[in-house]
Nanobody
């Protein structure tokens, strides 16, 4: 499985960005998909996750109401729509895939066995 994240960039506070992650390999709909981020000098943290069917989504409190995760199983892709961006959202964003996990673990880094290369999001005026 290979994951390719894209869509990052430099934006101003209050702007929006949409991240995409392409999943190569079979059985995309058997993977829970997540987005994590890591700011300089900080640990990697959970941002959002979507269950295999796309029917259940999960968010960190810091992004709830501003970010929306979705997936298109026909296109083997997962997306993160980020609205009302803040400077504290600045980080490298990683998409990740989890196989064989249970729903209660989707916020845990250790649940994910596959990681993309990351895409930089910078929010600055």
């Amino acid at each position: 499985v290979q994951l390719q994240a894209s869509g990052g960039g430099l934006v101003q506070p209050g702007d929006s960005l949409r991240l995409s992650c392409a999943h190569s390999g079979r059985g995309f709909d058997t993977y829970a998909m997540g987005w994590f981020r890591q700011a300089p000098g900080k640990e990697r943290e959970f941002v959002a996750a979507v269950w295999r069917s796309g029917g259940s989504t999960f968010y960190a409190d810091s992004v709830k109401g501003r970010f929306t995760i979705s997936r298109d199983n026909a296109k083997n892709a997962v997306y993160l729509q980020m609205n009302t961006l803040k400077p504290e959202d600045t980080a490298v964003y990683y998409c990740a895939a989890a196989s064989g996990t249970i729903m209660t673990t989707v916020q845990m880094i250790r649940a994910y066995g596959y990681w993309g290369q990351g895409t930089q999001v910078t929010v600055s005026s």
